[in-house]
């Protein structure tokens, strides 16, 4: 079956503009994860969606991030007043279960660039 | 809080010889461990991954990985390595009570022929 799918797969935006990521997880999965992954902080996680629960947000880094999760399939992440720190590939992941045990399947990410 | 450490920014290894990337964690409570690797502008892909039993686990492309819990180790290992093994490997954890992975900083292998 298909993997996890994101869209753009490259975003070059001017410093200050609003931007909106999309990912499709395995069809199935009910847990669906955001990260990010930038030359000086590494892979780093940014919010989790569990079924109809609420999300756990601990990991965005200020309150210009934000993510839903629609229908309980696909998720938008929107960055509003991008700076330039906001470089960089942000991944998803979705797994089938919320198990410590299960297995996050990553897209291939969005490659943010902020000018 | 969790951390994984992995020491080296890179390794280097010939075709043929066995390869080890190493990681060592830190949790409260069971860990749970996982590897993946990353190809040039491609996402995360799942090696291996130990939850409980077996020391040893066998994962794809001929990797395994050995959980150690007295050194807090889970080291990447394989016999013979290839040249399409080459790309970055990432080292992960998680704990009982955390939703998310805690990665290390990465590895990259390089093998030449």
């Known amino acids: 079956g298909a993997g996890v799918s994101q869209s753009p797969s490259n975003k070059v935006t001017e410093k200050g503009k609003d931007v909106e990521l999309r990912c499709d997880p395995i069809s199935g999965h009910t847990a669906l994860y955001w990260y990010r992954q930038s030359l000086g902080q590494g892979l780093e996680f940014l919010i989790y969606f569990q079924g109809n629960s609420a999300p756990d947000k601990s990991g965005l880094p200020s309150d210009r991030f934000s993510a839903e999760r629609t229908g309980g399939s696909v998720s938008t992440l929107t960055i509003q007043r991008t700076q330039q720190e906001d470089s960089a590939v942000y991944l998803c992941a979705s797994s089938l279960a919320a198990g410590v045990y299960e297995t996050q399947y990553f897209g291939p990410g969005t490659r943010l660039l902020v000018l | 809080a969790q951390s994984v450490a992995q020491p080296e920014d890179q390794v280097n290894v010939a075709e043929g010889n066995p390869l080890t990337v190493k990681c060592t964690y830190s949790?409260?409570?069971?860990?749970?461990l996982f590897w993946y690797v990353q190809y040039p502008n491609r996402g995360l892909q799942f090696l291996l991954k130990y939850i409980t039993g077996d020391n040893l686990v066998k994962g794809s492309y001929g990797f395994e990985a050995e959980f150690n819990k007295s050194q807090t180790s889970f080291h990447l290992k394989k016999p013979s390595a290839l040249v399409s093994d080459s790309a970055l490997y990432f080292c992960?954890?998680?704990?009982?009570?955390?939703?998310?992975?805690?990665f290390g900083g990465g590895t990259r292998l390089m093998v030449k022929p």
């Open positions: 992960a954890v998680r704990d009982d009570q955390g939703n998310m992975l805690t």
């Open positions: 949790v409260s409570g069971n860990p749970y």
